[in-house]
Structure formats: structure tokens, C-alpha cells
């Protein structure tokens, strides 16, 4: 099930093996993966601190206030996002700015990091310019070197998207997924979904809402395929789609946009649909 939360941040280097990251005319294949070296100088420090914040987002004094659950980035964003398939960073800088539909705007990497924090992490969305936005974009943005720059006209998701799986999703079942999640998540993910010390929450107040992509069981279904059981994902396409069933048919909290924006003095300009 969703990925370890650790706080451990490793070197890219070392690691290079969405949720952000569809549509892109860019094939992953064309994407090269993490780069060999930090920036020099302030920027290289500004990268670090944002592969810090990704790391450990519940808990990273920067970003700790902004996040409504205990989940970090690389809950979803396996390995800090340099897994090549789960949720991965890699190239998804050159999508952007991007047309987003739910938005019904074009938007920038920044605003879709930010509007993460609302859904995914329950949480407010972070100021616009701040800290924590700045440092996590940077810190995309050179996992992206090299990329081809093509924006994406159709969906705001980079060349590395997590491809849907072909399974009909009406048929995917919640019975069977309560054994499969048994098997392959409970030891990881708890009886009651509440996370263990090896994984995080995936249903109740500490996970994910359902305004959040993965709340949607397609979207679960094709991440658990390429993501799950952590460093062997060995689920069939059915299997995926049957645990997703299960886990979403939970309880999660209720997600309203007002809740989960800054005062408008904090705000800077939220422009996504009201």
C-alpha cells in the first residue's frame, strides 16, 4: 500500500532507479532521470531544502503547519519522486505551466504543488512565493534537467504519469480487496488503516481526502499496480483495483475548498474555480 514514510533524505544520485506527473506528448523514455549533482551555491541549497520538505512534510518546521494528516510527499511520490513509475518528479517541470481541467485554468507547477497540501495532505494551502512552494518547485524542477520543455494542453500531469490501468472499474470489488489488503498492506498500513512506524495512513483523519486524486479508485488502482507492496509491486491489475476498492470505501474527511485556503491576506492570488 502507499509508500514508507521515512525521514531519511537520500542523495538523487542514489535513488534515481500522478499524482503530479498525464498526457504529456513527452514519452517517459525521453525523460532523462535524477540528475548526478546538486546546483552549486544557494540554489543547491534551496534544492536540499526542498527534498527535505518532501521527505518529511508532516514533520519539516517549514512545512509542518500546512499539512492536515500525517502524510509526507513521498507517501505517493515514492523515493522523493525519483522512482521512475510511482508518482515520479522526474521530467514533470516541462509540462508546466499546464491546462488544468478541475482548475479550469492554465496553472503553474507551483499552484499544483500548492493545491497538493489542500487535498492529499488535508491541509492549507501554503502562500504562494513562500518558502515551502519555492522549495519544493525548485527541487522538481532540477529532478527536470534536461527535459524537453512541452507544455500540456490537456491535463496538469508531466511525461512520467501514472498510465490508468485497463480493468473495468465497475467490477472492481471491496470484498475482495479485504483480503488482498490483508496479504499484501495490513502489516504496513495497520487493521484499521491508521499506519504503522513502516507506512502511512490510508483511510481516517491522518490520510488522504476525498478531494485527493488517489480517493478516486482508478487513480489508487493504477498507482498500487506500479507502486505496491513497497519495493515489489507484484499486484495484478485486478488485485490493484480490488485493494483501491477496499481502501476508498472508508471513511476519509470531506474536502471543501474554503477550509483548506489561507486567510486572503496569505493567499496571494487563488486562481483556480470557485
Same mark, same amino acid.
Given at each position: 500500500?502507499?509508500? @514508507? ?17 498525464? !498526457? ?11 540528475? =548526478? ?11 536540499? #531544502? ?32 525519483? =522512482?521512475?513509475? !510511482? ?16 482548475? @479550469? ?8 504543488? #500548492? ?27 532540477? #529532478? ?12 496538469? &500531469?508531466? +511525461?512520467?504519469?501514472?498510465?490508468? &490501468? ?13 483480503? &488482498?489488503?490483508?496479504?499484501?498492506? %495490513? ?13 502511512? +495512513? ?29 519495493? =515489489?509491486?507484484? %499486484?495484478? =491489475? ?18 471543501? #475548498? /474554503?477550509?483548506?485556503? +489561507? ?5 496571494? /492570488? ?5
Amino acid at each position: 500500500m502507499i509508500g @514508507k514514510v521515512t525521514t531519511t533524505i537520500h542523495l538523487a544520485a542514489v535513488l534515481s532507479l500522478g499524482i503530479i506527473g498525464m !498526457a504529456s506528448q513527452v514519452s517517459a523514455q525521453e525523460t532523462p532521470g535524477a540528475p =548526478d549533482g546538486y546546483p552549486p551555491g544557494p540554489l543547491g541549497e534551496v534544492v536540499r #531544502l526542498g527534498e527535505a520538505i518532501v521527505y518529511d512534510t508532516s514533520e519539516h518546521p517549514l512545512s509542518k503547519a500546512y499539512v492536515g494528516n500525517k502524510l509526507n510527499c513521498t507517501s505517493c511520490h515514492l523515493e522523493g519522486g525519483t =522512482d521512475p513509475q !510511482a508518482g515520479s518528479f522526474l521530467g514533470t517541470a516541462s509540462a508546466y505551466p499546464a491546462w488544468s481541467p478541475r482548475e @479550469k485554468r492554465a496553472i503553474t507547477l507551483e499552484d499544483r504543488v #500548492l493545491n497538493c497540501f489542500m487535498r492529499s495532505q488535508n491541509g492549507t494551502r501554503p502562500p504562494v512565493g513562500s518558502e515551502v512552494s519555492v522549495a519544493i518547485t525548485t527541487y522538481i524542477t532540477w #529532478l527536470s534537467s534536461g527535459s524537453k520543455i512541452q507544455m500540456n494542453h490537456e491535463k496538469s &500531469l508531466g +511525461p512520467r504519469h501514472i498510465r490508468e &490501468l485497463k480493468v473495468d472499474w465497475k467490477q472492481a470489488s471491496a470484498e475482495r480487496g479485504k483480503l &488482498l489488503y490483508k496479504t499484501h498492506c %495490513l502489516d504496513c498500513h495497520g487493521q484499521d488503516g491508521e499506519g504503522t512506524a513502516d507506512g502511512p +495512513p490510508v483511510w481516517g483523519n491522518d490520510s488522504y481526502n476525498d478531494g485527493a486524486g488517489l480517493s478516486r479508485v482508478d487513480k489508487l488502482g493504477s498507482w498500487l499496480k506500479v507502486a505496491m507492496p513497497l519495493g =515489489d509491486p507484484i %499486484l495484478t =491489475d485486478q488485485e490493484s483495483a480490488d485493494i483501491a476498492a477496499y481502501v476508498n470505501s472508508h471513511e476519509r474527511p470531506h474536502f471543501k #475548498l /474554503e477550509e483548506h485556503l +489561507p486567510k486572503p491576506e496569505r493567499l496571494g /492570488e487563488y486562481n483556480g474555480q470557485r
